[in-house]
C-alpha cells in the first residue's frame, strides 16, 4: 500500500464529511485512511463511522481521552500499513489529483519527503482566497534554512502549515515521532527533524491542498481552525533542534534567527493587551506614555490584517 493518510479530528463533524470525501474522489486509489477520533463530544466519531462502513478504505481510531493532534497522530502512525504517510486535518481538503501527483514527482525525481503549496481557504466567506506561496522554482529543496526563513511572525502564510507525504521508513529508522507535549508548532518540529535526517525533501509549486486558514483573509473571520498560536510552545520546539546542531551550521543559524523573531514577538503581546486593556477604560494619558516607550507594539494593534494579502514569496533554492 503506498499511503496511510492520518486525519485527527476533534468535533470536526461541521467539516470532516468534507474532507472525507476528497479523499474518496482521488484518482490514485493506493491508500487507506485513518480517522483518529480524539474523544469528540459530537457527532465527529460516528460520522467517521459511516464513511469506514461505505468505504474498507477507511479505519476509525478512538483515542481515550482528549490528547491533542500530536498524540493522535502518533496513534494514527502505529497502525498505518502504508509505505508513505500523508497527512490531512479534518476542517482541510485534498483536490482529486494530489496523491496522484505526489507519487509521480516523488518516484520520478527520488523523494523522501515531498509538500506541495496550499490553497487557502475562507470558510467565513466560503472562498478560496488563492495559493499560499509564489514561487520561483517547479520544484524547490526543502531544508531547515528553507524552513525557517518561511515561517514565523511577520508571516502570513507560514511553511510550518504544509502538509508532506514521507516515507514511514523515515520515522522508524529514526524513531521519530510528534512530539505530544505541543499542541502547537508540532508539525514544524517533526518536519525539521525529518530534513535532519539527511532525507531528500521538495516542496512542489502546484496547490494540491485546500488549506482552511484560522483566520479568513477575506471574511476575517475565525474558522473552525482549532490552531492557536502559542509563542512558548514555538520557542520550546525551536530550542529542542537548536541544541541538535553545531555552532556554524547553516541550519542554525536560521534556527536561531527564526527564535528571536518569536522572542520578541512574545515580548510583544502582553504590552500589546495592555495597551488595548487601557483604550478600553479611557486611560489615555497611560495609554500615551505606554505607546512611548513601545511605538512598534502599538503599530501592531493600529496595522489592519491583510485582505487578500496574496501569496507570500517562498525564499527556497531549486531543487537539484
Avoid at 486509489?29 to 474498507?56: C, F, K, N, Q, Y
Avoid at 488563492?130 to 534554512?145: D, H, Q, V, Y
Wanted: proline share 5%; hydrophobic share 40%.
Amino acid at each position: 500500500m503506498r499511503y496511510s493518510i492520518l486525519v485527527p479530528a476533534f468535533n470536526s463533524e461541521k467539516t470532516l464529511a468534507r474532507a472525507l470525501d476528497s479523499l474518496s474522489q482521488q484518482s490514485f486509489g493506493d491508500w487507506e485512511a485513518l480517522i483518529i477520533d480524539d474523544a469528540s463530544t459530537d457527532g465527529t466519531a460516528e460520522m467517521a463511522e459511516v464513511h469506514a462502513a461505505r468505504d474498507p478504505r477507511f479505519r476509525v481510531l478512538r483515542q481515550p481521552k482528549n490528547a491533542g493532534p500530536a498524540a493522535s497522530r502518533n496513534a494514527g502512525i502505529e497502525h498505518a500499513r502504508g509505505e508513505w504517510i500523508a497527512l490531512l486535518d479534518a476542517d482541510d481538503a485534498y483536490l482529486p489529483d494530489r496523491l496522484k501527483r505526489l507519487a509521480e514527482i516523488s518516484d520520478r525525481v527520488g523523494l523522501d519527503m515531498i509538500a506541495d503549496n496550499l490553497l487557502l481557504y475562507d470558510l467565513g466567506a466560503d472562498t478560496i482566497v488563492g495559493p499560499a506561496f509564489a514561487m520561483e522554482n517547479a520544484l524547490s529543496k526543502w531544508t531547515i534554512r528553507t524552513l525557517c526563513e518561511n515561517d514565523g511572525p511577520g508571516r502570513h502564510s507560514h511553511a510550518g502549515w504544509l502538509k508532506p507525504v514521507f516515507r514511514k521508513q523515515l520515522l522508524t529508522e529514526n524513531n521519530l515521532r510528534y512530539h505530544d507535549t505541543f499542541r502547537v508548532g508540532e508539525d514544524f518540529l517533526l518536519y525539521a527533524e525529518l530534513i535532519l535526517t539527511g532525507c531528500r525533501a521538495a516542496i512542489l509549486d502546484e496547490a494540491l491542498y485546500l488549506y482552511t486558514t484560522p483566520t479568513g483573509a477575506v471574511s476575517g473571520q475565525r474558522s473552525t481552525s482549532q490552531t492557536v498560536v502559542n509563542n512558548a510552545h514555538l520557542l520550546a520546539s525551536s530550542d529542542m533542534l537548536i541544541e541538535r546542531l553545531q555552532q556554524g551550521d547553516g541550519g542554525r543559524n536560521a534556527l536561531l534567527e527564526r527564535r528571536a523573531r518569536l522572542n520578541l514577538s512574545q515580548r510583544r503581546e502582553p504590552v500589546k493587551a495592555e495597551m488595548v486593556k487601557l483604550y478600553k477604560n479611557r486611560q489615555l494619558l497611560a495609554l500615551a506614555l505606554k505607546t512611548i516607550r513601545h511605538p512598534a507594539a502599538f503599530r501592531d494593534i493600529l496595522r489592519p490584517p491583510p485582505v487578500s494579502p496574496g501569496p507570500e514569496k517562498l525564499r527556497a533554492l531549486p531543487f537539484s
